[in-house]
Every structure is written in structure tokens, then in C-alpha cells.
T-cell receptor, first 115, second 112 residues
Framework: GAVVSQHPSRVICKSGTSVKIECRSLDFQATTMFWYRQFPKQSLMLMATSNEGSKATYEQGVEKDKFLINHASLTLSTLTVTSAHPEDSSFYIC???????????FGPGTRLTVL | QKEVEQNSGPLSVPEGAIASLNCTYSDRGSQSFFWYRQYSGKSPELIMFIYSNGDKEDGRFTAQLNKASQYVSLLIRDSQPSDSATYLCAGPTQGGSEKLVFGKGTKLTVNP
């Protein structure tokens, strides 16, 4: 199997607070994890690529100081949205890739609402 | 910027019919392609991947890759209402890259 979990599934927070989202590969070791954001009726937009034990690689236009990524182990990556604002409200989805495979397996996503 | 283009649809087919979803890509060096299904409000789910020219069949799904023409398609036979979803085509951002670029998706509705 290739099961990826995310926590929390839904979060509502006040503007200015920080929110941490966890992504775990449950039955495999993920050499690489990816973080995406999806706004309503739009496609997935890659935010960053996360490799265990090294700094994340951010896509152009994504602020690394605002979206902090930590990939502490081969089964866990976290995304922290710092000083969240209403425009950060979105569906955040992680995916994980097994070593030697090209497929990405997605977590169930986290719906963030910033008031 | 490597691109993956999909007909955004929407595509509507009657139950039992064949649904045909198409995708073109700009990077001739791309080797692998993926089809994901995304139900409304949910995250994408991998349906199929294809690396070689030709057809790959898995149950009611057939993926087709034509590298010369740079297109990849997904056929769904005996379409069911439960197949109603948005289908995303994805390919590597550049040949050999682990990052994927996604098309905008085609929304499929299967009418009972």
C-alpha cells in the first residue's frame, strides 16, 4: 500500500496566528514529500519539495519564511503557515514519493480557513 | 515552463458509455505520465501511470501514450456515476524531474 495521512483535516484560525500541518507516510518511507495548495476550481499548485534531512526547495513566488517546511524523518513532513492571513485560506495537500518510484501519493488534504 | 494541457470540459457521458479524456504536453523529453481522479472537496487519487508508448489497461481504465504526438489519454469503459469527478493529468516538470506539473483537470459527469 501507499497511505499518506494529514493532520488536521480542517482548521480555522484567526489572522496573525500560525498553523502547523503534518503529513505522514504510514506504510512506506518517503524520500521526498511535496506540498501543494489548491484554490477553489483551480488545479494543484506545487509550493515546495521536501527531502528528509535537507532544506526544502520552494517554487517561485512561494515565501519560504511564511511557509516553513520541516522534513524530520522519512515518514514525516510538516508545513507551518506563519502569521496566516485570509488570503492564505486554501486546501493544502501533501504528497509522498517512494524511493525508486515516480508516482506521488496524496494525503487527504487540510482545509485552512483564516478569519 | 513545461506545460500539461487538458480540455477543461465539462464532459458529460451517459452511464455505460466510454469516457475519453485527453492531455497534451510540451516537453518532448517527458517519460512518465499520471492520471489522478479528484472528487469534489477531496484530494487527488492516483488511477494510472504510463511510461511507455502505447496502451496500458487496468480494469475499466486504459491509458494511452503517444510520445511522437505528445499526448496522453485516459479511456474509461462502462462509465459509472461514481466515476463523476475531475480527472487530472500530470507529467514531470522536466525530463527526469521528480516534480510534477498538473493540468487544470477535466470535469467528468456520468449521467444515470
Amino acid at each position: 500500500g501507499a497511505v499518506v495521512s494529514q493532520h488536521p483535516s480542517r482548521v480555522i484560525c484567526k489572522s496573525g496566528t500560525s498553523v502547523k500541518i503534518e503529513c505522514r507516510s504510514l506504510d512506506f518511507q518517503a524520500t521526498t514529500m511535496f506540498w501543494y495548495r489548491q484554490f477553489p476550481k483551480q488545479s494543484l499548485m506545487l509550493m515546495a519539495t521536501s527531502n528528509e534531512g535537507s532544506k526544502a526547495t520552494y517554487e517561485q513566488g512561494v515565501e519560504k519564511d511564511k511557509f516553513l517546511i520541516n522534513h524530520a524523518s522519512l515518514t514525516l513532513s510538516t508545513l507551518t503557515v506563519t502569521s496566516a492571513h485570509p488570503e492564505d485560506s486554501s486546501f493544502y495537500i501533501c504528497s509522498a514519493r517512494k524511493s525508486g518510484y515516480n508516482e506521488q501519493f496524496f494525503g487527504p488534504g487540510t482545509r485552512l480557513t483564516v478569519l | 515552463q513545461k506545460e500539461v494541457e487538458q480540455n477543461s470540459g465539462p464532459l458529460s457521458v451517459p452511464e455505460g458509455a466510454i469516457a475519453s479524456l485527453n492531455c497534451t504536453y510540451s516537453d518532448r523529453g517527458s517519460q512518465s505520465f499520471f492520471w489522478y481522479r479528484q472528487y469534489s472537496g477531496k484530494s487527488p487519487e492516483l488511477i494510472m501511470f504510463i511510461y511507455s508508448n502505447g496502451d496500458k489497461e487496468d480494469g475499466r481504465f486504459t491509458a494511452q501514450l503517444n510520445k511522437a504526438s505528445q499526448y496522453v489519454s485516459l479511456l474509461i469503459r462502462d462509465s459509472q456515476p461514481s466515476d463523476s469527478a475531475t480527472y487530472l493529468c500530470a507529467g514531470p516538470t522536466q525530463g527526469g524531474s521528480e516534480k510534477l506539473v498538473f493540468g487544470k483537470g477535466t470535469k467528468l459527469t456520468v449521467n444515470p
